[in-house]
């Protein structure tokens, strides 16, 4: 008798429903995949899977910060690879700048992921990438770069992409 009473019960909790879920209202974010967005491949690296700088490659870091000293930067976002993380040191010493890591990938999502974790839309962002990334990434903001592909011995360009709800722009600066 105990044994059929348990078995009743049990079945009684298992077919009770589940309360509804009430919707959450969505409110229209007007700087949700916006922003503007400087994209530049990490400086000169010294052979090797997870290696640092070179000279020339801490010289061009420097002067990445003198050309984007006044740009207005609010964080900076790279890769947990070394030559990312210096090639940025002098702007985030220099601007006292936040920074976050994010995967490196092909199609741009984890980037595009952190931004959004971060509620970091609407903003003035580095993105310090490698010649494999930068393009996905480009594209994952439906930016046309103009561009097929990014050489391995190609370090000197910044790349500045505009976004806005209604249209977004590149713009290339190069030999930094």
Excluded at 4 to 12: K, R
Excluded at 60 to 82: C, E, H, I, M, W
Excluded at 148 to 162: A, E, P
Aim: contains cysteine.
């Amino acid at each position: 008798m105990r044994y059929y009473l348990c078995l009743l019960l049990l079945l009684a909790a298992a077919c009770r429903q589940a309360p509804e879920k009430q919707p959450i209202p969505v409110t229209e974010d007007s700087t949700f995949l916006t922003g503007t967005f400087f994209l530049v491949r990490h400086a000169e690296k010294n052979p090797g899977p997870d290696s640092t700088l070179t000279a020339a490659g801490h010289e061009r870091a420097r002067r990445l910060q003198a050309l984007l000293q006044d740009s207005g930067l609010q964080k900076v976002y790279f890769t947990p690879f070394k030559r990312t993380v210096q090639t940025a040191d002098p702007l985030v010493t220099a601007l006292h700048l936040d920074t976050v890591f994010y995967r490196p990938d092909t199609t741009g999502e984890s980037l595009i992921y952190e931004i959004t974790r971060h509620n970091d839309w609407g903003k003035r962002l580095l993105i310090i990438g490698h010649s494999n990334t930068l393009l996905p990434i480009m594209h994952s903001l439906k930016a046309n770069p103009r561009l097929d592909s990014i050489g391995d011995r190609d370090y000197g360009n910044v790349f500045i992409v505009y976004k806005r709800s209604d249209k977004v722009t590149v713009r290339r600066i190069t030999n930094y």
